[in-house]
């Protein structure tokens, strides 16, 4: 099992970046699958961004593609989202999860964080 924490979060205008954090404890990080996902108010939880246990393989839905980065830091036990040009419809509770194999579903994910709240004003 893989407990995970993130960060991050906050106001921003559109056009802006801010760079989420999931700092994960548990010895199985190393070897999971990371994704993030995220809710916004009245929506089902979507994908975000999915990246391999190596960070060699990774995978991003069409919404933010070219704008989100995944990223993870093995070492120091960190997955990270990178997101540039936010839009007011990136306005979510972020979270992110660890499974043991790469996936877009968030089914296939056995482990979550509480969420970090990303809200981008117009």
């Known amino acids: 099992q893989v407990q995970l924490v993130e960060s991050g979060g906050g106001l921003v205008q559109a056009g802006g970046s801010l760079r989420l954090s999931c700092a994960a404890s548990?010895?199985?990080?190393?070897?999971?699958?990371m994704g993030w996902f995220r809710q916004a108010p009245g929506k089902e939880r979507e994908f975000v961004a999915r990246?391999?246990?190596?960070?060699?393989?990774?995978f991003y839905a069409d919404s933010v593609k070219g704008r989100f980065t995944i990223s993870r830091d093995n070492a120091k036990n960190t997955v990270y989202l990178q997101m540039n040009s936010l839009k007011p419809e990136d306005t979510a509770v972020y979270y992110c999860?660890?499974?043991?194999?790469?996936?877009?579903?968030?089914?296939?994910?056995?482990?979550w964080g509480q969420g970090t709240q990303v809200t981008v004003s117009s």
């Open positions: 999860a660890a499974g043991e194999l790469p996936s877009t579903k968030h089914a296939n994910f056995g482990s």
């Open positions: 548990g010895r199985t990080f190393t070897t999971s699958a």
């Open positions: 990246i391999s246990w190596n960070g060699y393989n990774t």
